[in-house]
């Protein structure tokens, strides 16, 4: 029986959700048998202390033999841990040594933890924006669930610009909030978008519509998809889901 925790609630995450289901039944022998009960999966919600009394009620649950974490935040908060009591899967690390994860011989080195690790490499980032648009002061995009729940994100982004003498400005966006976050843009010179995760696909959209109508150069961290819908530049690809 595994047990599943995930960022919060989205077609994405779903759909994701549902291929990970799909792809480890097609690994196993028809033998053996592996069981998502409906009430061993956790949505967080986007809230971080959510996200982590979810990881830890299903290490408490006795029906649970092994727990998978989808979505950035939750994966990091589960690799954060010190110990492991059953096997534990973090699908969305950004970047494991920037992250500050543990790496031996292409594994975790960690009892009963693993993790995948995206790669993604944020200062590379930060020196082809500035190849295709220089610039002196870059607006971070963050969601505050993602700002508060992977903090080495921004704390390893600060440095990057630091060291380039480039001046970072933090955006935080919230739902409930967005038009506050709009108005944070208008004198931006250049936008580096994180993966929004917790804020509506129409407010996503939005975003870019008030970027682009500013004639505000951005990059996006992760994917195409952004770029399809209006963003400048993403050197990150697509990830395929079903992989």
Do not use: W
């Amino acid at each position: 029986k595994v047990g599943v925790v995930t960022d919060g609630q989205s077609e994405r995450m779903a759909d994701l959700l549902s291929r990970t289901r799909d792809e480890i039944k097609k690994l196993i022998s028809d033998n053996d048998q592996i069981v998502f009960l409906p009430e061993h999966q956790k949505t967080a919600n986007f809230a971080n202390k959510a996200t982590v009394a979810a990881i830890e009620e299903l290490f408490q649950n006795r029906d649970v033999n092994a727990i998978l974490c989808l979505g950035p935040v939750a994966s990091h908060l589960l690799a954060k841990r010190e110990k492991y009591s059953k096997p534990a899967f973090a699908v969305h690390i950004i970047n494991s040594k920037m992250q500050g994860l543990p790496l031996h011989d292409g594994s975790s080195g960690v009892d009963n933890f693993s993790y995948t690790d995206m790669g993604i490499e944020i200062g590379r980032h930060i020196s082809r924006f500035q190849e295709i648009s220089a610039f002196k002061t870059l607006h971070l995009v963050i969601s505050s669930f993602m700002l508060e729940g992977i903090p080495q994100l921004a704390e390893n982004l600060a440095s990057i610009a630091a060291a380039a003498e480039i001046k970072l400005v933090i955006v935080k966006t919230e739902r409930d909030s967005f038009e506050k976050s709009l108005q944070q843009l208008n004198d931006a010179e250049t936008v580096y978008l994180t993966p929004l995760i917790d804020i509506a696909p129409e407010q996503r959209e939005q975003l870019i519509e008030h970027i682009n109508r500013k004639r505000i150069p951005s990059m996006n961290m992760l994917g195409q998809q952004p770029v399809e819908k209006g963003v400048f530049v993403s050197i990150a690809t697509e990830l395929d889901t079903q992989k």
